[in-house]
């Protein structure tokens, strides 16, 4: 490789680069790690009881169902209570399960599991395939349910759902196959809450089928957190200091939701992201206590407390990781005494037309109750 070419890579790839060593030994840790996700996989796959599709969920529209127009009615009458406020979080959580493909390019690039032909049988491709299988009909469910209901513009919709796929997203892990572990699990778990509490609202609003979409939807998230997680606590197990230094870096430079660069194409001032942020701290779907009770979680799931690290950089980094999660919480804490100010929902423009007069929205309580730490066996 000539000297330009070493420069050009470098810019694209810095630490990569730099790094090349400490990449290929945990390039190898995880390659390493086949016959356990081989006997982890069963724990990925859904109850057999509990397969579905999204037109499980939905009035039956089709022409051999004659009354689909009733159906239809009735159905749109009971959504109809969702108020504009979760409608609108539910098109950000639509868009974002419909980014899809950003993830699973993600996830084939990583070296140590990429699924080279398309049908690799080992135990990572296989989970991989699995764990997309599984994701697909979570956007697919919310977008049918979205036009059924008829009030979103579902140009506008899928514009953005496009858009965010265009724009990309940013891990910001750097090939650092344990970061996307780590990352992977934050946010399974932070999409598990995100449904459930959605499911509690709607529930609270009247809308039974959203309430049970989205109550369908989290139990999914809630098994692949716990299947990425325990990959996390095997890399811990084998290489609890390069976990521990990860963990911190991914940790202080926060975890950014993969919907980060969503963009309803309004040019508004402030970001559609922030607009959403906004929103669903409001109505209590996810505010910075969620995010330090993740945190939380995942440490306790993983023991990072206890764990002895052997290098004065992991000691640092565990000492680090735990101070900045007693931070969150404390922030959080008082964030949450906060008023929060009302957000003006017509800078959302996803939604046909608002109603004149909107009933008031329920108290947002806590919806989503913590569950105790479920540890691998
Ligand atoms: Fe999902
Ligand atoms: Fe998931």
Redesign the pocket.
């Known amino acids: 490789m000539s000297l330009t070419e070493y420069d050009s890579l470098k810019r694209r790839r810095p630490e990569s680069i730099s790094d090349s060593l400490v990449l290929a030994k945990k390039n190898e840790l995880i390659a390493s790690l086949e016959p356990y996700v081989a006997e982890l996989f069963p724990s990925l796959l859904p109850p057999k009881d509990k397969l579905w599709t999204p037109a499980d969920f939905l009035p039956d529209i089709s022409a051999s169902s004659p009354d689909w127009p009733d159906k239809l009615k009735t159905f749109r009458q009971q959504e109809g209570r969702i108020s504009p406020e979760l409608l609108n979080i539910i098109i950000v959580s639509g868009a974002t399960?419909e980014a899809l493909p950003s993830y699973q390019t993600r996830l084939n690039s990583l070296d140590p599991i990429r699924d080279v032909t398309g049908t690799d049988d080992s135990a990572w491709a296989r989970s991989a395939r699995e764990w997309t299988a599984q994701?697909y009909p979570?956007g697919k469910v919310l977008m049918d349910y979205l036009l059924l209901d008829g009030r979103a513009d579902m140009a506008a919709v899928q514009r953005t759902n496009q858009a965010l796929i265009r724009n990309g997203f940013n891990m910001r892990i750097n090939r650092d196959p344990y970061k996307f572990f780590i990352y992977t699990t934050f946010q399974e778990r932070a999409?598990q809450i995100v449904h459930a509490r959605s499911a509690s609202q709607a529930k609270k609003e009247g809308g039974e089928t959203l309430a049970i979409i989205c109550a369908t939807?989290s139990p999914?998230?809630g098994r692949h957190y716990l299947y990425y997680g325990k990959i996390v606590r095997r890399i811990f197990e084998l290489d609890p200091d390069g976990a521990m230094v990860a963990l911190n870096e991914m940790m202080q430079q926060r975890i950014i939701m993969p919907t980060e660069r969503i963009d309803d194409g309004t040019n508004n001032p402030t970001s559609t992201f922030e607009r959403y942020g906004r929103l669903v701290d409001n109505i209590g779907i996810y505010t910075p206590e969620v995010y330090a009770d993740v945190f939380n979680t995942v440490l306790d799931m993983w023991d990072v407390r206890d764990i002895n690290p052997k290098e004065d950089a992991a000691k640092r980094a565990q000492e680090g990781v735990i101070r900045l999660s007693e931070r969150h919480t404390k922030v959080a804490a008082n964030l949450a005494k906060r008023e929060k100010p009302a957000l003006d929902l017509s800078t959302f423009t996803w939604l046909k037309t608002l109603p004149e007069e909107r009933p008031a929205l329920p108290e947002s309580a806590l919806l989503f109750e913590r569950q105790p730490t479920q540890r691998p066996q």
Do not use: G
């Open positions: 399960e994701e979570h999409t939807l999914d998230e």
